[in-house]
C-alpha cells in the first residue's frame, strides 16, 4: 500500500496541471509577503518554493521563544493551523488554497504582530 501511494504521488507530480498550481500558490505567496518586507516589526522575510516564513522581532527570539507560545495560541483563536516555531512563522498552505485564504491568513499575521507589540 505505501509502494502504491508513493507511485500515485510520483504521478501527481508529473501532471502538468498540478505543477502550474503549486508555481501559482508560490506566486500568491510572494505577492502576500511583500508588504513584510519593509514592516519593521518583520525581520527576514523569505520564501522558497510554496512555503514561506518571517521572524517576527521579538525580545527573545529562537526555537523556544516565548513568542511561539501567544503566536499560536493567537492563530488558534483565529482559527488558523499555524504553528510557528519560537518567533518565525511559518506559512505553508495546502496547494489547493485561494488567494482569499492567503490574505486572511497574511492579515492575522499583522494582527498578531500588533496584538502582541
Request: aromatic share 8%; glycine share 4%.
Amino acid at each position: 500500500m505505501a509502494c502504491a501511494a508513493a507511485k500515485a504521488n510520483l504521478d501527481l507530480w508529473q501532471d502538468q496541471e498540478s505543477r502550474q498550481r503549486v508555481a501559482s500558490v508560490a506566486t500568491l505567496q510572494e505577492q502576500a509577503i511583500e508588504p513584510f518586507r519593509t514592516d519593521p516589526r518583520f525581520a527576514n522575510v523569505r520564501r522558497t518554493g510554496a512555503i514561506t516564513a518571517l521572524d517576527l522581532k521579538a525580545s527573545d527570539v529562537g526555537y523556544l521563544a516565548s513568542a511561539g507560545q501567544q503566536l499560536q495560541a493567537f492563530f488558534q483563536h483565529r482559527n488558523l493551523l499555524l504553528r510557528p516555531l519560537g518567533n518565525t512563522i511559518y506559512v505553508m498552505p495546502p496547494y489547493c488554497v485561494a488567494a482569499a485564504g492567503l490574505y486572511e491568513i497574511y492579515a492575522a499575521i499583522r494582527d498578531a504582530a500588533e496584538s502582541l507589540a
